[in-house]
C-alpha cells in the first residue's frame, strides 16, 4: 500500500480547504465548502482515491462532467443524435426518426425528462397512452419506443451515460401478420382495372417485391439488361442507406424494355401529367381495389401487400425461405417468413404423399410413391366481395 501524508482540513473564511500532496508530490489546497462533516467525508474519500493511485481532482471534474450530461433531457439528447448519427442514414431514416421524435414531443413530462431519471416504467405509460388517446396501432408506439431505445444506446456509446435506462424494454406485441392471397387470375383483373402507367408499376411490384418508393424513383440509368439471357440488375438505395443489386427476372426485363422504349435516361415510370415521376399512386391504386372489393385481413388490399404476393407466388414453386431473403433485402430469414403466406387447405393435398402402415382390406398398402400434387395460383385466392 502506498504511503500518503495526511489530508489537513483548514478553515479559510466562512468555507473549508483540503490540503494534500497528490500522487506527483504536488502540494494541493481545494475549497469543499462550509460544512465541517462534508469537509471530513471529502478528506476520507481523498485518501481512499489517492491509496487507489487516482487523482482526487480528476476524479471529481469526471464526476462534474458527468453530473453534467447526464442533466441533458431527450429534446436535447435528439439534437446530438441527429448530429453524430442521424445524418449518415438515409432520408427516409431520418424523416422517421424526426417524426418519432414529433409525436414524443407532444408529451412534455416524458421529452423533457432528464434522461437519467428515464425507466421504462415511464415509457409504457407514454407507448399505453398513445394508444388510447390517439388510437395508434402498437406497431407505432414500438417504433417509437425503439427510437428512443436507439438514442440511449448511442448516449450510453458516448458516454453521456453510463447505462441505457430502457435496455431490456419488451414492446408490446403487434397485430398478426397479414395473410395475402391474390391468386393469378385475380391479378390479371387487377391490372385491367388500373390504368396504364399504374398497372405496369403494380405488375412491375409483383414481379421483382421491390417497395414502393425503390420503384417510383427507379432510374433508366439504374437497371442493366443482360445481352446473352433475357435478366438483367437494378442498384437499389434499401433501408439503411445501402446501396445494392438487385436480380431482375424474364417478366420484369419484358416489361421494363416495354415501357423504357427508346429512352436513355429519366426515371423509368413517368407520370403523363407532370412528365416526371410518380410520388404517390395510392388514390388510383385503392379506388381499382375498393372496385374488385380486394381484402386482407378485413382491410383492404395495400400497395406494400405487393411483396407479400412476390414472396408467397415463389415459395409455392418451390423457392425457398432462404433463398428469398437476399431477394426481399430482408437481413433475417424470420422476417421473410412474415412475407410468405401458405393455406393449410392448400398444403393438406400433400397429405396424399403420406404412406399407410396398416393395411386393412387394400390388397397392397400405400407407399410414399404416390405423385407429389402441384400446387397452383388457383389454390388461393383473396376475399372478393360482390
Given at each position: ?90 432520408k427516409k431514416m ?47 408506439v414500438n417504433r ?168 408467397t407466388w415463389l ?72
Amino acid at each position: 500500500m502506498a504511503r500518503i501524508k495526511t489530508i489537513k482540513i483548514v478553515k479559510r473564511g466562512c468555507g473549508y480547504q483540503l490540503y494534500y500532496y497528490n500522487l506527483r508530490g504536488e502540494r494541493r489546497r481545494l475549497s469543499v465548502g462550509s460544512d465541517y462533516q462534508q469537509a471530513q467525508c471529502m478528506a476520507t474519500r481523498f485518501t481512499e482515491w489517492l491509496l487507489e493511485g487516482k487523482d482526487p481532482e480528476r476524479v471529481m471534474k469526471k464526476a462534474q462532467m458527468r453530473k453534467e450530461k447526464n442533466a441533458i433531457t431527450l429534446r436535447d439528447l435528439f439534437l446530438v443524435f441527429m448530429e453524430r448519427h442521424g445524418k449518415l442514414r438515409s432520408k427516409k431514416m431520418q424523416l422517421s426518426y424526426e417524426n418519432s421524435f414529433n409525436n414524443i414531443c407532444r408529451c412534455p413530462s416524458l421529452i423533457n425528462t432528464e434522461i437519467d431519471f428515464l425507466s421504462k416504467g415511464l415509457v409504457l405509460d407514454y407507448m399505453h397512452t398513445r394508444i388510447k388517446n390517439d388510437g395508434v396501432k402498437a406497431a407505432t408506439v414500438n417504433r417509437e419506443a425503439a427510437f428512443m431505445k436507439c438514442m440511449l444506446s448511442k448516449a450510453s456509446e458516448w458516454d453521456i451515460i453510463d447505462t441505457n435506462p430502457l435496455q431490456g424494454l419488451k414492446l408490446l406485441q403487434e397485430a398478426e401478420k397479414r395473410d395475402v392471397y391474390l391468386n393469378l387470375e385475380q391479378a390479371q383483373v387487377l391490372l385491367n382495372t388500373l390504368p396504364n402507367p399504374i398497372a405496369d408499376i403494380v405488375e412491375f411490384a409483383i414481379y421483382t417485391g421491390f417497395r414502393k418508393e425503390n420503384i417510383l424513383s427507379l432510374r433508366i440509368e439504374s437497371v442493366r439488361f443482360h445481352d446473352i439471357t433475357s435478366t438483367g440488375e437494378a442498384m437499389l438505395s434499401i433501408k439503411g442507406g445501402r446501396t445494392e443489386l438487385y436480380p431482375l427476372g424474364p417478366a420484369s426485363i419484358e416489361l421494363l424494355k416495354r415501357v423504357i422504349g427508346d429512352r436513355t435516361e429519366g426515371y423509368v415510370f413517368i407520370n403523363p401529367q407532370t412528365q416526371s415521376r410518380y410520388i404517390s399512386i395510392h388514390k388510383t391504386f385503392d379506388r381499382g381495389v375498393r372496385r374488385l372489393g380486394l381484402t386482407v385481413n378485413g382491410t383492404k388490399l395495400r400497395i406494400h401487400d405487393l411483396r407479400h404476393v412476390f414472396a408467397t407466388w415463389l415459395h409455392r414453386e418451390g423457392v425457398s425461405l432462404d433463398a428469398l431473403r437476399p431477394l426481399m433485402g430482408h437481413k433475417n430469414r424470420s422476417t421473410t417468413d412474415r412475407y410468405t403466406t401458405i393455406d393449410r387447405l392448400a398444403v393438406g393435398k400433400l397429405l396424399s404423399y403420406m404412406p399407410r402402415i396398416r393395411n386393412f382390406g387394400n390388397e397392397k398398402a400405400l407407399t410414399n410413391k404416390t405423385s407429389r400434387p402441384k400446387l397452383t395460383h388457383t389454390d388461393t385466392s383473396v376475399v372478393m366481395s360482390s
